[in-house]
């Protein structure tokens, strides 16, 4: 199975900052890779498929990008909402896996 | 409106069997596939399997394969997971979920069902 690996695992940040979270697959993976935020209580949210394409309804200010084994989801200003729990979904083969996510916390 | 909508939350003691379902609406169900996805308490997400209602065709994790079964009945637009014999292990939150195509991003989720094992 393909492992995705998230970094970092959590940290904090402040309204309107800018931030950039890693997922690397163990294996190549083209640009079969999807992103989720996912807040307590709920079920996840898709964000971004295809490695950068936005899912409808989804602010602009998330945006993702990379191929191959090293993907990148950034938030541009951060915002309150936007404190949550993100994983990435590798869909390159079966079984799917997701990394092990990345908590946001408020600073 | 396209939606998944999931049985409610189980408790059941360990040993005994268990059947939750996921009734598809506001779409073709045939033509999609259905993923389920384990959460366990504070934990991450862990993709279990998934079924294609039009002909049953089925996949399953290794992690999953053997421990349950994913069935579907597309006369009443129903994905089911089911275990024989559950086991404390096994309490989690479970969310089935749609892809966009298979394999790919899940842009359809259930609620989700909390199932608890405990004596």
């Known amino acids: 199975a393909i492992r995705m690996t998230q970094s970092p695992s959590s940290f904090s940040a402040s309204t309107g900052d800018r931030v950039t979270i890693t997922c690397r697959a163990s294996?190549?993976?083209?640009?079969?890779l999807a992103w989720y935020q996912q807040k307590p209580g709920k079920a996840p949210k898709l964000l971004i498929y295809a490695a950068s394409t936005l899912q409808s309804g989804v602010p602009s200010r998330f945006s993702g990008s990379g191929s191959g084994t090293d993907f990148t989801l950034t938030i541009s200003c951060l915002q309150s909402e936007d404190f949550a729990t993100y994983f990435c979904?590798?869909?390159?083969?079966?079984?799917?896996?997701f990394g092990g996510g990345t908590k946001v916390e408020i600073k | 409106e396209v939606q998944l909508v999931q049985s409610g939350a189980e408790v059941i003691k360990p040993g005994e069997s268990l059947k939750i379902s996921c009734q598809g609406s506001g779409y073709s169900f045939t033509s999609y596939w259905i993923g389920w996805v384990r959460q366990m308490p504070g934990k991450g997400l862990e993709w279990m399997g998934i079924i294609y209602p039009g002909d049953s065709d089925t996949r399953y994790s290794p992690s999953f394969q053997g421990q349950v079964t994913i069935s579907a009945d597309k006369s009443i637009s129903t994905a089911y997971l089911q275990w024989s014999s559950l086991k404390a292990s096994d309490t989690a939150m479970y969310f089935c979920?749609?892809?966009?195509?298979?394999?790919?991003?899940?842009?359809?989720w259930g609620q989700g069902t909390m199932v608890t094992v405990s004596s």
């Open positions: 294996q190549g993976i083209s640009s079969y």
């Open positions: 979904q590798q869909y390159y083969s079966y079984p799917l896996t």
């Open positions: 979920a749609r892809p966009l195509i298979s394999p790919g991003a899940f842009d359809i």
